[in-house]
């Protein structure tokens, strides 16, 4: 296994100080793997927060800062963080207006936030995101996972409490999002985790698995790899029918790497996600192409579309300044 | 079994543990591998080994503190679903030998454990996950206990639920996953046992075979 | 071979119609695989050009911008574009002050740009990056390579020009900047281009190699893959004794991914990298840490420093408002 | 050999070069992967391909101008260090048939095609690039050429001047490369021809075979 990695086990550990040692506005709350903005907490804001296991970056981390993110709890490589430090994460993020935590649709987050919660004793509220349409709605499962749309989610909840927005009113928008957003992902490698050392999935050398999660679990189907084209209009095809967009809808969309895949090919296929939404007379706002949500080293990517009205479209434009979004 | 000798075959128990989930580490991996995210055996090495470390801080704990100090270092090390729910429902249950180790606070403390997974889970048996095996395991040590078993026949008891969890691994191996990553596999899961489940088992063997020695 | 690309031969034009697609403030040249400011040129500015072969992206088009470059022509996947496009480009480019080119030291962009300037007729000057210190200076060579230090010609020599100083001022600092900057690299997986599908250099499972250029060229040293910890000694140990830093000198430095290493792992390098530049108390002025300059999906990073006085660090600072960079 | 015909021939080259390249071009790239960065394969068969097409749109055309759109197709669409060398010296030395075909413009031709590659690259033999092997091949035809060889003799001059590529390419396989990307893998170059140069030789077997049939 070849990584630039010391140890595996301190990979998350030496991650964030090598992150904190090299971005401004971020600090580490002591002895633990959470990040916070260096002025949370911010009194008289909501506190927006996250966390989750690592192997996404710059998901969580990358996107604390102002205007979006005021904390990020990290785990272990796919592993939620645990309550306890969710909690400290909870309280640092406090400025007296309450704190909402935006999830991923794992148990293992929900289980851990909410006992955090408990902990924590401040007001507090969550939205639980599930915009991967490869998952079919289904009682008799966890539901549709949380993946690269989570950080649109973010933004606007963040847009909300950076603007001096109530906890009910951020917790609104940020549910209006999560209703409006959609992903799909295809992988065309696995990804290697430094703990196994070997693929999680193993796809054959001219095998792609369509819907992929970003923790390497599988996808709704197998198949030969295909033209660049072809893959996304499958991907574009199904986000667009599960938010039933249609003549005249506004979207901002994403082209999200999977953390393998070079930018040359990510603008390939925005390329055919543009004429895609265009064929389908989508109005296209703006696409975000780029690593947001990544999966290791993961070769592959996600197409993601938000569909926009006023108030969204306001918040998405709203300025923020962390790690990974400056505008 | 008074309070100290408890005490000292727990640290024995957590020993001899710790160092089968070192070796089985990779197996119980690649378990998670096949229906889940391949973190599982690194997450419960990681909890084991900080739970050794805790443990050695503690200055003459009842059973009731070594075992809340495992069920918390294990919420705060191994993390990820199985932390929260191995580390909360210990540290529940750990409350039940407080008055003393005894058949009856034996029950009351594995029954504890089990309804907090439940709980803290959402979950009910045939969910393919590490509940499926804590149902039959109470049950059978229960059974033993309501049929006055003394601590000898407990040793007994041990081994018979040692087998009960067997069996429920391997009827996790048959079901479809409705709970945790597995269930994004769907009728994949169908065949593979369930890592958590798995992980369990291999604990109670554990603690038999220390219970016997 | 599997990758998110149609027919390899147009790799490049379609990314070039996805970036300019999603990309706010570009354009292309019609019928050209050149990449200009909207607004290009701007009268009264110095033009700040550059070109090089595809297959690195974010480099070069994704600097087109304020504050930065004005164009940038785009070659097939590591080949250099032809000199009649360089050339409309630097005519595109040209607001009445003359153009500069910033080019990397390899023989076809050197080539191609000494006709583009004779077919272009306007004043220009061009300047050679070669930050590479992986091959020795020699005169039996073309000299060292141009990689990831470029980023910063093209920043201080873009901040110069959008100051509006003159072209033989621009030229000066951007080689200021060239004498103090220098770059090494470290390969783990070699690069697969679309149109051989096989990696052009045979890395076996646990070799790698130090010193790799950015077209998967040798390096100094094939050895075992080692800690990250090792390999970020070396490499850091290696530029700044290239350039001589010392107690007290200041630097920016930048950790940059090649394609196919994750983010959090290039963190782990910038957490040692902060280290050694500590122990050798070289004052860290700011660490840039993301791929910047790929060769296409290969796995590994370089390390760059680039030597600052005042006059490097204003540049350094000025705001950009380009694809990749905004701030 | 009156231009029309001159320009039919050059048509019937440029159709067998731009096939033998489409079938050689893997071997091409795989060369320039050993000591280079694995894109002359394609960059030389995009380049025979855009020939093809711009030739088409010509209208009636000279040798002269034949060769000069070939070379700024080349330029152009070839790209990288190969499609400036092989673009910009084809089309200063296409000037050399203005006066018409002959032994003589032929001679002056390869020279001036030879002497801006020079230029161009600034190179000199011994660099291990293609320009090892354009000296022997121009040195053999202006040989025979002094020695007064007719059209038909100039046939043989051209399978002579196939053997000079070829053992030039040899040639450049023993050499360390001190030019273009070959040059960074230093003393590991020796042992691989340089791929222009295989490139070269491959083109003139083509001018060799068609002059022949
Ligand atoms: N909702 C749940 N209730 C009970 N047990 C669960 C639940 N979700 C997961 N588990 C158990 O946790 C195990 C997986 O643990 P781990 O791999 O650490 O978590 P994750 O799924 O977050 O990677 C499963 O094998 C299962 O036994
Ligand atoms: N300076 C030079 N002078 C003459 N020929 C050169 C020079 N540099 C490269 N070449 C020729 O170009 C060939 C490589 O072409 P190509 O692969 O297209 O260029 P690049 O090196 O830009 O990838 C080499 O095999 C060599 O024969
Ligand atoms: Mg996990
Ligand atoms: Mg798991
Ligand atoms: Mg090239
Ligand atoms: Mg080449």
């Known amino acids: ?327 | 079994m008074d309070d100290t000798d408890a005490t000292t075959l727990l640290q024995t128990v957590l020993e001899n543990v710790a160092d089968r989930v070192a070796d089985e580490r990779e197996y119980l991996t690649e378990l998670d591998s096949k229906i889940g995210d391949a973190d599982f055996g690194a997450n419960l090495h990681r909890g084991c080994q900080a739970a050794l470390e805790a443990v050695d801080e503690l200055d003459d704990p009842t059973p009731a503190e070594y075992l809340e100090t495992v069920g918390k270092t294990l919420l705060d090390e191994m993390a990820g679903s199985s932390g929260i729910i191995f580390g909360m429902s210990l540290m529940k249950a750990s409350a039940e030998l407080e008055s003393g180790v005894t058949p009856e606070t034996l029950v009351a403390f594995t029954n504890a454990f089990r309804d907090n997974v439940a709980e803290r889970g959402d979950v009910d048996v045939g969910s393919k996950t590490l509940y499926d095996i804590l149902v039959p395991v109470a049950d059978t040590l229960q059974a033993s206990v309501e049929m006055d078993a003394d601590e000898d026949e407990l040793i007994d008891a041990s081994a018979r639920m040692v087998e009960a969890a067997r069996r429920g691994a391997m009827f996790t191996a048959a079901l479809r996953a409705k709970r945790g990553r597995a269930s994004y596999t769907e009728w994949r899961s169908v065949g593979h046992p369930d890592p958590g489940a798995v992980g369990i088992l291999i604990i109670l063997q554990e603690i038999h075979s220390t219970a016997e020695a």
Chains 1, 3 share one sequence.
């Open chain 1, 1 to 327: 296994m070849k990584k630039l990695v010391n140890d595996p086990a301190d990979v998350v550990d030496e991650m964030l100080a090598g992150f904190v040692a090299c971005e401004d506005g971020v600090e580490r709350l002591p002895d633990t793997d959470v990040i916070v903005r260096s002025d949370a907490p911010v009194d008289g804001k909501v506190g927006v927060v996250t966390g989750g296991g690592s192997g996404h970056e710059p998901m969580h981390a990358g996107y604390v800062g102002e205007g979006m993110l005021d904390g990020a709890a990290a785990g272990a490589i796919f592993t939620s963080p645990p309550a306890t430090e969710m909690s400290e994460l909870i309280a640092a993020a406090d400025g007296g207006e309450g704190v909402l935590a935006i999830i991923k649709n794992y148990e293992g987050d929900i289980m851990n936030f909410d006992t955090a919660a408990e902990l924590a004793g401040v007001e507090y509220d969550q939205v639980i995101v599930d915009d991967d349409v490869a998952i079919a709605d289904s009682t008799e499962r966890t539901g549709r996972r949380g993946v690269a749309g989570t950080v649109f989610v973010h933004k606007v909840a963040g847009a909300m409490a950076d603007r001096g927005e109530p906890l009910d009113e951020v917790k609104r928008v940020a549910e209006k999002a999560i209703d409006n957003v959609a992903s799909m992902g295809v992988a065309l490698t696995s990804c290697i985790t430094p703990e196994k050392g070997e693929p999680t999935v193993d796809l054959n050398d001219d095998e792609i698995e369509i819907g992929i999660g970003i923790h390497g679990e599988p996808g709704v189907e197998r198949t030969e790899i295909q033209p660049a084209d072809e893959i996304t209009d499958r991907l574009t095809g199904d986000v667009v029918d599960d938010l039933n967009l249609d003549d005249g809808s506004e979207a901002v969309a994403m082209v999200n790497g999977l953390g393998g895949t070079p930018l040359s090919e990510l603008y390939v296929v925005a390329r055919r996600l543009d004429q895609v939404l265009d064929d389908r007379s989508i109005d296209v706002h703006d696409v975000w192409v780029d690593e947001y949500c990544t999966s290791l080293d993961m070769a592959g990517c996600s197409v993601t579309l938000l569909e926009l009205d006023d108030e969204l479209r306001g918040l998405l434009e709203h300025p923020v300044s962390t790690p990974q979004l400056n505008d």
